[in-house]
Nanobody, 125 residues
Framework: QVQLVESGGGTVQPGGSLRLSCGAS????????VGWFRQAPGKEREGVAC????????YYLDSVRGRFTISIDDAANTMYLQMNSLRPEDTAVYYC??????????????????WGQGTQVTVSS
């Protein structure tokens, strides 16, 4: 059974850091396109970052580029989202995602077949 399980969310002050983890079971993450989406209250779900399965290219939402880093630990079958210099506008539920195929455009949520349950990130003073 394919499953994604996130952890690492929480509350942090502006300027702080968090690292989200997403463990996979039932498949090898390294063979899939993987990524992170988020959804804030009253807003649409948006793509935050992606790693493609073809050449491990990375893509980022403009507002997080330079602050967030997506990565995969193949041995642990886990992906991560390192989030630095967090801002209040980063507050959202974050979801890890995966799919067999290269998603194009990568920020289209409908292209990802597998989703985690979500983890809350709150940035507040």
């Amino acid at each position: 059974q394919v499953q994604l399980v996130e952890s690492g969310g929480g509350t942090v002050q502006p300027g702080g850091s968090l690292r989200l983890s997403c463990g996979a079971s039932g498949f090898r993450l390294g063979y899939f396109a993987v990524g992170w989406f988020r959804q804030a209250p009253g807003k649409e779900r948006e793509g935050v970052a992606c790693i493609t399965n073809s050449d491990r290219s990375t893509y980022y939402l403009d507002s997080v580029r330079g602050r967030f880093t997506i990565s995969i630990d193949d041995a642990a079958n886990t992906m991560y989202l390192q989030m630095n210099s967090l801002r209040p506008e980063d507050t959202a539920v974050y979801y890890c995602v995966a799919d067999y195929n290269h998603p194009y455009p990568w920020r289209d949520a409908a292209l990802y077949r597998f989703w985690g349950q979500g983890t809350q990130v709150t940035v507040s003073s």
